[in-house]
């Protein structure tokens, strides 16, 4: 009989763990612990906020929703960071607004008060922004929008468009995907119809784009040329790859150039869709621009009666001509 001894190793790493420490005998089996999904995190919310005052408004669940990929310790920090957000501003209780500021605050960084732009450039990312929402709205498949707001970050960003998934995704369909890559272009689309020309503020954007097709074309098999094929080496590691093997290319210079060609086809279509929203719904987009000139941040409810009020506006005068 053993000796009921049993050895137990982890690591965030495992791509660089020897090949030798894994066979038969050895750490033979490997069980993930993966970050919490939205019930997991709503379940470790409600842990941490037994230990502070909060308000009748507070939905945790919409919180969990906001916090995708956190930790639980990512989590004990935005309680932590609501908590003081309350008393900075002088209350007793934690309300929801407290944990919105919290989470803007660790994923988007702290607010630069003392930054200052001209109206122009301001302008700008206003009508930079408007046109991520208004795409977002307009498409079939997009998370819904939570906030739109043009005040300017720590980590760089000038403004924001915040969506909200209804629901935990594990997986997404063609369709799916081509409207994610049309709302990430939208803000450029927006500048080049309003303003006349882009800037350098879809940088960002356009990385995120490029990424997202390349992995549809090489990864998804969601392109007519090449066709349901995985354009990279598989690894027999079940976690991560390491750097020598996500460097490995096992197809040739003309599949290389195809590739690019199939990228840059399936993001251009999805800047054409964009501007074509775009320049449809372009009073909309002024409308939407101008508010968030005037109050800097547009909550779901006001971005929505705001969309719909200029759609009404429009199917009038459309009914008078």
């Not at 000796?3 to 982890?10: E, F, N, P, R, T």
């Not at 924001?160 to 709302?183: I, S």
Request: aromatic content about 2%.
């Amino acid at each position: 009989p053993g000796s009921g001894l049993v050895i137990m190793a982890a690591t965030n790493r495992p791509e660089i763990l020897d090949r030798a420490l894994l066979r038969a005998g050895r750490f033979d089996r490997q069980v993930l612990v993966d970050r919490p999904d939205v019930r997991g995190r709503e379940a470790i919310l409600k842990v941490h906020a037994r230990k502070v005052q909060l308000g009748p408004d507070i939905e945790l669940a919409v919180v969990a929703r906001r916090t995708p990929g956190m930790v639980g310790a990512d989590l004990a920090n935005v309680v932590n960071e609501a908590a003081l957000a309350s008393v900075r501003r002088g209350a007793q209780v934690i309300a929801m607004a407290d944990f919105e500021e919290a989470i803007d605050r660790l994923q988007l960084g702290l607010k630069k008060e003392g930054r200052v732009m001209n109206e122009e450039e301001k302008r700008r990312v206003a009508v930079h922004e408007a046109g991520h929402a208004l795409v977002a709205l307009s498409v079939e498949h997009s998370d819904p929008v939570h906030r739109v707001t043009i005040i300017p970050r720590s980590i760089g960003s000038l403004g924001a468009t915040l969506q909200l998934p209804t629901e935990e995704r594990f997986l997404m369909t063609n369709h799916e995907l081509h409207d994610r890559l049309c709302v990430m272009l939208a803000g450029r689309s927006a500048e080049e119809v309003a303003c006349g020309a882009p800037s350098t503020g879809a940088e960002d954007d356009l990385e995120r784009a490029t990424m997202l097709a390349r992995q549809m074309v090489c990864r998804f098999g969601m392109s007519d040329a090449l066709g349901p094929l995985a354009w990279r080496r598989s690894d027999s590691l079940r976690f991560l790859q390491g750097p020598l093997e996500s460097a490995h290319r096992d197809y040739s210079e003309e599949t290389a150039r195809t590739i690019d060609a199939e990228a840059k086809r399936i993001v251009d279509e999805a800047h054409r869709r964009a501007t074509e929203i775009i320049r449809d719904r372009r009073e909309t987009l002024d409308a939407v621009a101008k508010e968030l000139l005037l109050h800097e941040t547009l909550e779901r409810k006001e971005l929505e009666e705001l969309v719909r009020g200029q759609s009404g506006k429009q199917r009038a005068v459309a009914g008078r001509a």
